[in-house]
Structure formats: C-alpha cells, structure tokens
C-alpha cells in the first residue's frame, strides 16, 4: 500500500490550494479516503472523510464550507480542494486508507501565512 500526497505550499490568508493523493496496492474504490493534519505542537485531527460507496463526505467544523474532499477511482485519487484559507490551516496534511486509518502517506506541508 502507498500513498503519495502532493499539492502542498506556501499561500496567503483567503487564498486557496488542492492537495492529491495517489494511491496504490490496493483497490482504491473499496476503501474510505481522508485527510488529517497535524500542526506543531498539536494532535493530528480528521480533517474529512468520504466513503466508498455514494462518496457520503464528513469534515471538521471549522473547514465546513471551505474545504471539499473529493475521489477519482478511475485515477485512483483522492483530492481535498481548500479555499478561504486561514493561518490556523497551517499544518502537514496526510492522506489515509479507511475507517482504520491503517495506512498514511508522508505528508504534504500546507503553510498560510502573509
């Protein structure tokens, strides 16, 4: 099982960014998808999930309505669209397999700063 995360960078307060996550070894469209992130000196947290079948999403409180989890499974893919993003945002952001959380990527660094 690999996933590979990418899309991370460095962007002002209200700006926006995609992050991608590729996945492989496994057979992608079984499986829930979704995002956590870690800041420093904090817990990582889920930040939004979407299932298998019918693609039902769930997200933190404080990104509903600014961030928007998303699966390709011809591409094996899994995207989280963020926009009106804060300092608070800051963060690594890992991309992870199932409801288990059993698999993680390495991480993508999303930094929102003036």
């Known amino acids: 099982v690999q996933l590979v995360e990418s899309g991370g960078g460095l962007v002002q307060p209200g700006g926006s960014l995609r992050l991608s996550c590729v996945a492989s070894?496994?057979?992608?469209?079984?499986?829930?998808m979704s995002w956590h992130r870690q800041a420093p000196g904090k817990e990582r947290e889920l930040v939004a999930l979407?299932?298998?079948?019918?693609?039902?999403?769930n997200y933190k409180d404080s990104v509903k309505g600014r961030f928007a989890i998303s699966r390709d499974d011809a591409k094996n893919t899994v995207y989280l669209q963020m926009s009106s993003l804060k300092p608070e945002d800051t963060a690594v952001y890992y991309c992870?397999?199932?409801?288990?959380?059993?698999?993680w990527g390495q991480g993508t660094q999303v930094t929102v700063s003036s």
């Open positions: 979407i299932t298998s079948v019918g693609g039902v999403t």
């Open positions: 992870t397999r199932g409801f288990g959380y059993d698999h």
């Open positions: 070894g496994f057979t992608f469209s079984d499986y829930a």
